[in-house]
Nanobody, 113 residues
Framework: QVQLVESGGGSVQPGGSLRLSCAAS???????MGWYRQAPGKERELVAR???????NYADSVKGRFTISRDNAKNTVYLQMNSLKAEDTAVYYC????????WGRGTQVTVDS
């Protein structure tokens, strides 16, 4: 079973940037990859996704600030997060989807002055 390992989370001040990475133990070529997040007391929400051919979708709340990308040769997907806000604070989960979904264990992002 493929494993997804997120990294790059941490604490940052409002207006700052972070780059999350999600490394897969297997190929991601055929898969839609993406990021969800879950803040305390809230439901998990889709942040961004990228199809196998590079089509992207973003939550309205992150459009213009976050960028998702993928490197199939490295089996890795990235989430560049700029102009971070306090409301971006959450655990960020990577996922891989084709006929079923596989989740990573998450990485904490905290935006606080």
């Amino acid at each position: 079973q493929v494993q997804l390992v997120e990294s790059g989370g941490g604490s940052v001040q409002p207006g700052g940037s972070l780059r999350l990475s999600c490394a897969a133990s297997g190929s991601i070529n055929r898969y839609t990859m993406g990021w969800y997040r879950q803040a305390p007391g809230k439901e998990r929400e889709l942040v961004a996704r990228i199809s196998s051919v590079g089509l992207t979708n973003y939550a309205d709340s992150v459009k213009g600030r976050f960028t998702i990308s993928r490197d199939n040769a490295k089996n890795t997907v990235y989430l560049q997060m700029n102009s971070l806000k306090a409301e971006d604070t959450a655990v960020y989960y990577c996922y891989r989807f084709f006929d079923k979904i596989t989740w990573g264990r998450g990485t904490q992002v905290t935006v606080d002055s």
